[in-house]
């Protein structure tokens, strides 16, 4: 899949996925988050948000997964553009680089463990993508 150069950045900060059930209200810190996602769905109640927000004493229900980074795909990016986040994806995963993925109506947004984002920087940018640091 030939796929166009892409302008990421590299998001200041680090960032947690948490899991909450699907009854849960979300927790007042994570509007302090400059960035933070929620997704509901039968099943769960998903937020990313930056972790400096997140109180030391959260209630033991709640799952945390800390330490990543963000990757922004600078957009915004067109509807009809097909591939996007599969291009990227394919480049880590040949890395062995996990991610996860939020997209946004302008963008997408990569997040991978911070302990693989040399690597996965080093690789995306092998593969033609320009990586910027915010």
């Known amino acids: 899949m030939k796929q166009n150069k892409l302008t990421l950045s590299v998001l200041k900060g680090r960032f947690s996925i948490l899991r909450l059930e699907k009854i849960s209200e979300v ?5 302090e988050s400059d960035f933070f ?17 997140i109180p030391g004493n959260i209630p033991a229900n709640i799952k945390v997964e ?7 795909i600078e957009g915004p990016l067109d509807f009809g553009l097909t591939g996007i986040v599969a291009g990227i ?7 062995n680089i996990s991610l996860f993925a939020i997209s946004t109506y302008d963008t997408d947004y990569i997040l991978i463990k911070e302990r693989d984002l040399r690597r996965a920087t080093e690789a995306l940018t092998q593969a033609g993508h320009e990586i910027r640091r915010t």
């Open 37 to 53: 996602s929620i997704t509901q769905t039968p099943e769960e109640l998903s937020v990313v948000c930056q972790e400096n927000s």
């Open 89 to 95: 994806s394919t480049i880590l995963a040949d890395n």
């Open 66 to 72: 800390r330490s990543w980074s963000s990757l922004k």
């Open 27 to 31: 927790p007042a810190w994570v509007y």
